[in-house]
T-cell receptor
């Protein structure tokens, strides 16, 4: 069965430090992968997506993610975190032939001044 | 601006009462979705619709009902059969499903439902 795992429930980084949020997926074919961000009490905003081609994808707000098929991973990175990046981050994979998304449990990012 | 509008932002339900959450989109999307979000559990799919007058159950459909009479609208009713309805409910839409499964879903700002 398809699944998404985000191993880190909560991460705290200092402002200006680099960030990496982990995402592992279980999927038989080439996956369609997404990262979303959610501010408290708000909906989800798409950061970036991968479905083919270059394995390093750029997104909004200075985020990027790298697809590694051998590791079944799609980790999200940012070189320098800003206080406004504090939010919850969700990794998701599209189910084959339906477009329905399977979400990970989310990672809450806290940014220290 | 195109987008998804959910209303109300906050909703309270009494015991034995049905309540309906509204979701409207002006993105001309064919597919619409309802998710439930609980702390530490990510998002779980309740119902989805690929086209007008058609919808399918998601992973946690029990105690919920939907309708899709118009392309723009996909209301969710939380019935009295849903014994633990307190959650944050998110509506989403996308261009389509099977053919466009690489296209992202766009989300509304959610409705928080609580029990009185």
């Amino acid at each position: 069965a398809q699944s998404v795992t985000q191993p880190d429930i909560h991460i705290t980084v200092s402002e200006g430090a680099s960030l990496e949020l982990r995402c592992n997926y279980s999927y038989g074919a080439t996956p369609y992968l997404f990262w979303y961000v959610q501010s408290p009490g708000q909906g989800l905003q798409l950061l970036l997506k991968y479905f083919s081609g270059d394995t390093l994808v750029q997104g909004i707000k200075g985020f990027e993610a790298e697809f590694k098929r051998s590791q079944s991973s799609f980790n999200l990175r940012k070189p320098s975190v800003h206080w406004s990046d504090a939010a919850e981050y969700f990794c998701a994979v599209a189910r084959s032939n339906t477009g329905k998304l399977i979400f990970g449990q989310g990672t809450t990012l806290q940014v220290k001044p | 601006d195109g987008g998804i509008t959910q209303s109300p932002k906050y909703l309270f339900r009494k015991e034995g009462q049905n309540v309906t959450l509204s979701c409207e989109q002006n993105l001309n999307h064919d597919a619409m979705y309802w998710y439930r979000q609980d702390p530490g559990q990510g998002l779980r799919l309740i119902y989805y619709s690929q086209i007008v007058n058609d919808f399918q159950k998601g992973d946690i459909a029990e105690g919920y009902s939907v309708s899709r009479e118009k392309k723009e609208s996909f209301p969710l009713t939380v019935t009295s059969a849903q014994k633990n309805p307190t959650a944050f409910y998110l509506c989403a839409s996308s261009i389509g499903t099977a053919t466009y499964s690489n296209q992202p879903q766009h989300f509304g700002d959610g409705t928080r439902l609580s029990i009185l």
